[in-house]
């Protein structure tokens, strides 16, 4: 018996709640049984474009594009470079809305110290939705630099 009084003592002050009761003729609700909105999908996606060429004499600068699409003006993409053999040549991020959505970044290269061969543009799109709600894709593409051609070839 005192479980009992001390447990109406505590629905009494309002310290342990009681299921609410179902009123005759209106409707009851289970927050467990309602259905749940379906989540909206995010619409994002980003390309790198970067053309094959020749590695040229000294240090030279070299181009690709880039595009952003995203419902979202808070975004970042940050974009990595790796040549033939793995080795990380480059980076950049770029940050909404202070970047443009699509545009064609440079990079430097110095023939002396980078081998001709595929090179391979990583990218990860993430965009920003409130604090805590982050969309992220991979994007990527390769590209050849070739090496230039000697004299002797000519």
């Known amino acids: ?56 004499r000294g240090c030279k600068d070299y181009r690709y594009a880039y595009s952003v699409t995203t419902e979202t003006e808070d975004w970042t993409f940050d974009i990595t470079m790796q040549d033939s053999a793995g080795k990380g040549v ?9 970047d443009a959505t699509s545009g064609v970044l440079q990079f430097r290269l110095c023939q002396r110290a980078t081998r001709p061969g595929t090179f391979t543009l990583a990218g990860e799109l993430t965009a920003y939705e409130g604090y ?5 894709v ?12 000697s004299r002797k070839d000519r």
Do not use: C, W, Y
């Open 1 to 56: 018996m005192p479980h009992l009084l001390a447990a109406a003592a505590l629905v009494a002050t309002g310290l342990l709640p009681l299921p609410p009761l179902p009123i005759p003729g209106l409707p009851t609700t289970d927050p467990t049984t309602e259905p749940t909105p379906p989540a909206q999908e995010v619409v994002l996606s980003g390309a790198l474009d970067a053309p094959d060429g020749r590695l040229k």
């Open 90 to 98: 480059n980076s950049q991020s770029l940050i909404g809305p202070n």
């Open 132 to 136: 805590s709600d982050e969309t992220s």
């Open 138 to 149: 991979a994007v990527s593409d390769a590209f050849t630099l070739r090496r230039t051609k």
